[in-house]
Structure formats: structure tokens, C-alpha cells
């Protein structure tokens, strides 16, 4: 029970990765905050930790809160429905993101841009809004937030996905060496290529075995990311196992980046 006591936000947690931190973060104690802007996938995930109905999940207590995190108001909404369940929040990951569909650079549209970039980077600047005052007045919190191996070895297709995940990672250890004097830690995973809701998008190809093997091949270990995989890794950074740690953009991607 590594979080027993904690409170944790998990934004864009009604799928994907975001699912594996919210019900690996409850079996170790934590109350959790599930946010999605799929309302419903939100409440799913919150009612499997309540009732415990999957196997893997046996304890700490969730709520949905439907949002969107490049909302303003919909952080305040995040905030409040927190402390009024919890009465406290020592951290906020930051998972929320999406991406253009892999095609070439003069493909991409304005509306396209602007969406990936407030959804993975703008989100970012509102969390820090939301919460680093709070965090202050607490004496503490941690930030996770979840960039990607595209954002240190970009593939090809994904120019502005790539970039806006290099911006969540600068500005991840700008904001570390920026808040440490006030005990808030702020540290990045980044994942290689997983099997989400994502993964035909990134590889802008249809999801044949074929397509996935020209994958797999630029991965040492062989196989895609998991959300177990990036939750293993969030637990440690939220953890007070990590208390020292802050500025890390740690890869969970089977060597890819080296
Ligand atoms: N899957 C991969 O290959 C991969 C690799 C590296 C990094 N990532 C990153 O991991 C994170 C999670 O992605 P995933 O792969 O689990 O994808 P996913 O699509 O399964 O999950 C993303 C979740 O975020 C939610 N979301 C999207 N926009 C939102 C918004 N504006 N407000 C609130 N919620 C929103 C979606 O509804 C969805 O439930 C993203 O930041 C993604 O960029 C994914």
C-alpha cells in the first residue's frame, strides 16, 4: 500500500494508460480522481475501483469527474470535487492527450495543431494554474506527467505530436528546478507506443500484425508498452519512495531511446 493517504488526480484516465494508473494507484491506497472527457468511460473506470469488480483492484475509494483539461473551469471543477470527497490532494497526473493521425508534415491541419497542442501542452499550463498554489499552501505535491519517447526520438509523421510532447518534457524539468524550493516535485514518463485507443493513429497505417511487426522491430525488448508498464512507473514517482526525485523524464519504452 504504497499511497495509502494519498489523493491523486488522474486526467484522461477512462482508457488507455490513464486507466492503468487510476486502478493501480486505488489497489495501493490511494483515493483517486478519475477524469475524462468521455464522461462515461470516467464513471466505468470509478465504479470498477469502488466496487472492486475487477480482480486486480481491491482497495481505495474513486470518483469520475467529466471534463475537458484544456478548460479553465473545468480544472476549478476538478479541484473542488477533490477536496470536497477527499479533503486533500498531494498529486496530479497529468495523462490526458491525443494526437494527429501519422501522415506528413503539410497534411496536418490549423485545427489539428491547435487541438494537440492544447490538449497535451496547454493542459499542463492549467494544472500548474490550478494547483501550484495549493501545493504551496500544503508544503507539497508532485506532478506526473505523461509525454512520450516522441518527444526525445520522434518518428517520422507525427511532427507536432512530437513536438508537443518535447514541450511537455522542458517544460516538465523547467517547472522541477522552478518549484523545488517549494517541495513540488514535477517528473515525466515517457512511454513507447502502446496498445491504446492510439496506437492506428501513431502508426497511420492499418493495425495488421504485418504493420505492427515495423514497429515492434525499433523496440530492443519486443513488445509494445502496457498500462501496467507506465502505472508501475507513475506508483514509483508518486510515491515517497521518489521524494528525492524531481526533473526525470523516465522512459518506459524497451530501450527504444537508447
Ligand atoms: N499509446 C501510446 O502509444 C502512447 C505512447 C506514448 C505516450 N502516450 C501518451 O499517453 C497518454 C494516454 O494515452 P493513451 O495511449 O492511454 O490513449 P487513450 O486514447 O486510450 O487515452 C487517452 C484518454 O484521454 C482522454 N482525453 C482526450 N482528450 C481529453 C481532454 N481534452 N480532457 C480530458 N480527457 C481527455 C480520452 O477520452 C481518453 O480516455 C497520452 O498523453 C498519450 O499522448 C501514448
Known amino acids: 500500500m504504497r499511497l495509502q493517504g494519498k489523493t491523486v488526480i488522474v486526467t484522461g484516465g477512462g482508457s488507455g494508460f490513464g486507466e492503468g494508473i ?3 494507484f486505488a489497489r495501493e491506497g490511494a483515493n483517486v480522481v478519475v477524469n475524462d472527457l468521455n464522461g462515461p468511460a470516467a464513471e466505468r473506470v470509478a465504479s470498477e475501483i469502488a466496487l472492486a469488480s475487477s480482480p486486480e483492484v481491491k482497495h481505495g475509494r ?12 473545468d480544472w476549478q471543477t476538478l479541484f473542488d470535487a477533490a477536496i470536497q470527497d477527499f479533503g486533500s490532494v498531494q498529486v496530479v497526473v497529468n495523462n490526458a492527450g491525443t494526437t494527429h493521425r501519422n501522415k506528413p508534415v ?9 487541438r494537440v497542442y492544447a490538449v497535451n501542452v496547454k493542459s499542463i499550463y492549467w494544472s500548474v494554474e490550478q494547483f501550484v498554489p495549493y501545493f504551496r499552501e500544503q508544503g507539497g505535491g508532485a506532478f506526473i506527467n505523461i509525454a512520450s519517447t516522441a518527444g526525445v526520438r520522434p518518428r517520422p509523421g507525427l ?13 516538465s524539468k523547467a517547472l522541477a528546478v522552478e518549484l523545488g524550493p517549494d517541495r513540488i516535485r514535477v517528473n ?11 496506437l492506428s493513429e501513431f502508426m497511420g497505417m492499418e493495425d ?4 505492427r511487426r515495423k514497429f515492434l522491430a525499433t523496440i530492443p525488448l519486443g513488445r509494445f508498452s502496457t498500462p501496467q508498464d507506465i502505472a508501475n512507473a507513475a506508483l514509483y514517482l508518486a510515491s515517497d519512495d521518489a521524494e528525492f526525485i524531481t526533473g526525470v523524464a523516465l522512459e518506459v519504452d524497451g530501450g527504444r531511446c537508447v
Not at 495488421?208 to 504493420?211: A, K, L, R, V
Open 159 to 171: 511532427v507536432w505530436y512530437n513536438g508537443s510532447k518535447a514541450a511537455v518534457i522542458i517544460a
Open 62 to 73: 474513486a470518483i469520475a469527474v467529466a471534463g475537458d483539461v484544456t478548460r479553465r473551469a
Open 188 to 198: 515525466c514518463i515517457n512511454p513507447v507506443m502502446g496498445e491504446t485507443a492510439l
Open 106 to 114: 503539410l497534411d496536418v491541419t490549423e485545427a489539428e495543431f491547435d
Open 22 to 24: 487510476a486502478k493501480t
Open 208 to 211: 495488421t500484425p504485418e504493420n
